[in-house]
């Protein structure tokens, strides 16, 4: 049996063990301080316990979460250099499509022989001096959404400029093919002797009509075709001794007469400025010249129109 006492004076308790039948009854007195030291030290261990599973807690949590960001963060790093990878590889493709059109600008070039300058850029600006090298502008960094922006746009304007490119080149073949069939040279070097029209006859008896104009020279000059085409006369033809006619297609044909030598067969396809014969005094000729005649439509035109 436990017994309290309370004693104003003493400040205690008395906790008094009773024991089984013929033994003493014992008596243990404890002091109330120490009895309320101890509750307080329960207390206290009771609170530090709960304080410390709390940051426990807390700690775990926020540890879970910087964990799942750093994943967020290692997985939209994966994302980003994927993205500029596939980037590098778009950029080296629209280097690769530039570089094809700088050399269809430049065959362009080649085809209407109107290269630029020496001190002008290809954009039209002129070229600074290579003694200066400054430069500047706002520094600005680029995200992967600016880069995206930048690099469609660029293929749009490589498809745009290759269209063009291609289309401006399909027309400058076309004329330079219309050009190539167009008699525009001069057959051969030498005087001008007669013109084209009416005339004094170098025979006498008035005047004639001539259907071309005559360049006189020493005999074996070359002449050459005026136009590409395909030799449709090559032989003696009365007063145009040995004569080389040539058809260039679009009803236009030309003819020289009075060759030496002809070096060129019927059905014998030519170039411009190919040599076709040489010159002559042969036929109806007072002396060493070439007659160089243009017909239209089976009809003789002042070659002067078409020279250069």
């Not at 260039?248 to 019927?266: D, E, K, M, P, R």
């Amino acid at each position: 049996m436990i017994k309290k006492e309370n004693k104003p004076d003493r400040r205690e308790y008395t906790l008094m063990v009773v024991p089984h039948q013929g033994q003493a009854v014992r008596k243990i007195r404890i002091p109330i301080l120490a009895v309320k030291g101890a509750l307080c030290l329960i207390c206290l261990l009771a609170i530090v316990m709960a304080g410390s599973f709390i940051n426990f807690r807390h700690s775990a949590t926020i540890a879970s979460a910087e964990k799942a960001e750093l994943e967020n963060l290692r997985k939209s790093n994966g994302d980003q250099v994927t993205e500029i990878e596939k980037l590098a590889k778009e950029t080296a493709k629209l280097q690769s499509d530039m570089e094809r059109l700088n050399s269809l600008d430049a065959e362009i070039r080649r085809i209407v022989n109107n290269e630029d300058t020496t001190n002008t850029s290809r954009a039209g600006l002129v070229r600074p001096s290579a003694t200066y090298s400054g430069q500047g502008g706002p520094r600005v960094q680029s995200d992967i959404d600016n880069i995206k922006v930048a690099v469609n746009d660029l293929q749009a304007a490589v498809t745009i400029r290759e269209q063009s490119l291609v289309e401006l080149k399909q027309e400058l073949l076309a004329k330079q093919a219309r050009l190539a069939v167009t008699p525009s040279i001069w057959p051969t070097s030498g005087d001008v002797t007669s013109r084209f029209g009416w005339r004094s006859s170098p025979w006498g008896g008035g005047g004639d009509y001539h259907p071309g104009i005559d360049i006189a020279n020493s005999v074996g000059t070359p002449i050459v075709a005026t136009a590409d085409g395909e030799v449709v006369q090559s032989e003696w033809y009365g007063g145009y001794g040995n004569m080389v006619q040539i058809n260039h297609g679009n009803g236009i044909a030309t003819i020289y007469g009075h060759n030496s030598q002809l070096l060129v067969h019927t059905g014998q396809v030519v170039k411009k400025g190919q040599v076709i014969a040489y010159l002559g005094n042969t036929g109806a000729s007072t002396g060493p010249h070439c007659h160089y005649e243009i017909r239209v439509n089976g009809t003789a035109v002042n070659p002067a129109s078409f020279l250069n």
